[in-house]
Antibody
């Protein structure tokens, strides 16, 4: 069945770079898009960015200058890198399989990233 | 960016009752291809969001017919009938018509 699982450091220091990995199973990255959505503690959902089946990417314009999403199809992994982290970037980061007609159809469990010294 | 406005912020309902949640977008969500990409999600406490409704009124796989969506253009509604304990959580609307994808701020459903 479709599964997504995020992994990465729980704590990142301010101004440092965040690196997250989303490992997927049950579907192919070459025929599906994977998106990142984040949620600050106790707050709502914010779309971060996406990598499409062909490998192109789209980013939230507010984060674009700090953000990079890439993938390794052989390992069924999608990567998020965000630099110059600030405390406002503290959030649960979810990777999701986005199905065009449906929306965010499948979600990972999420990983909490805390930006603090 | 398309701004999604949800009301109310929270609501309380008795088991077996019915509730409606409103979602309004700052621009029409009708895509050039004629489809309207408005979805509803439920985030239960401590869990990831789950897809309930897609393209305004279509229930996702395994979703109870107690959940129904309606609306068009910029004005949408989620109705939950015969509310059960497992329905509690935060409901979000989300649009997929225009990038960046955006969500409403959420409606918290509590059981009386």
């Amino acid at each position: 069945q479709v599964q997504l699982k995020e992994s990465g450091p729980g704590l990142v220091q301010p101004s440092q770079t965040l690196s997250l990995t989303c490992t997927v199973s049950g579907f192919s990255l070459t025929s599906n898009s994977v998106h990142w959505v984040r949620q600050p503690p106790g707050k709502g959902l914010e779309w971060v960015g996406a990598i499409w089946s062909g490998g192109s990417t789209d980013y939230n314009s507010a984060l674009k200058s700090r953000l990079s999403i890439s993938r390794d199809t052989s390992k069924s992994q999608v990567f998020l890198k965000m630099n110059s982290l600030q405390t406002e970037d503290t959030a649960i980061y979810f990777c999701t399989r986005y199905v065009g007609s449906y929306g965010f159809a499948y979600w990972g469990q999420g990983t909490l990233v805390t930006v603090s010294s | 960016d398309v701004v999604m406005t949800q009301t109310p912020v929270s609501l309380s309902v008795s088991l077996g009752g019915q509730v409606s949640i409103s979602c309004r977008s700052s621009q029409s969500l009708v895509h050039n291809n004629g489809n309207t990409y408005l979805s509803w999600y439920l985030q239960k406490p401590g869990q990831s969001p789950q897809l309930l409704i897609y393209k305004v009124s279509n229930r996702f796989s395994g979703i109870s017919d107690r959940f129904s969506g309606s609306g068009s253009g910029t004005d949408f509604t989620l109705k939950i009938s015969r509310v059960e304990p497992d329905d509690l959580g935060v409901y979000y609307c989300g649009q997929g018509t225009q990038y960046p994808l955006t969500f409403g701020s959420g409606t918290k459903l509590e059981i009386k």
